[in-house]
């Protein structure tokens, strides 16, 4: 399993970032997948999950400004931020949690390396 981030970097408050997340190795379209996101000193927080049948639900601090979405053809997980906040600055990772391990009989959490984002004002 491979969930690999892309689409970080330096943007002005206010604006947007279009975050991918590309997985392999894994029946993407059976599982829900997630974004999380960590800043310096703080506990790492879920910002956005899309289950498998396209269900959405987002942290209070990015409704309404934020926008997961799946393509299961191409088994990539997107997220959509706009209106861009200073305190939105964080490595933001991808997961699949729970996925079948068939090797070791196990579901596993799986988490992409993230891609940085990083908001000035």
């Known amino acids: 399993v491979q969930l690999v981030e892309s689409g970080g970097g330096l943007v002005q408050a206010g604006g947007s970032l279009r975050l991918a997340c590309a997985a392999s190795?894994?029946?993407?379209?059976?599982?829900?997948m997630s974004w999380y996101r960590q800043a310096p000193g703080k506990q790492r927080e879920l910002v956005a999950r899309?289950?498998?049948?396209?269900?959405?639900n987002y942290a209070d601090s990015v409704k309404g400004r934020s926008s997961i979405s799946r393509d299961n053809a191409q088994k990539t997980v997107y997220l959509q931020m706009s209106r861009l906040q200073t305190e939105d600055t964080a490595l933001y990772s991808c997961?699949?949690?729970?996925?079948?391990?068939?090797?070791?009989?196990?579901?596993?959490?799986?988490w992409g390396r993230g891609t940085q984002v990083t908001v000035s004002s």
């Open positions: 997961s699949a949690p729970a996925v079948w391990d068939g090797a070791l009989g196990i579901r596993r959490d799986y």
């Open positions: 190795g894994f029946s993407f379209s059976l599982y829900g």
């Open positions: 899309i289950d498998r049948d396209g269900t959405t």
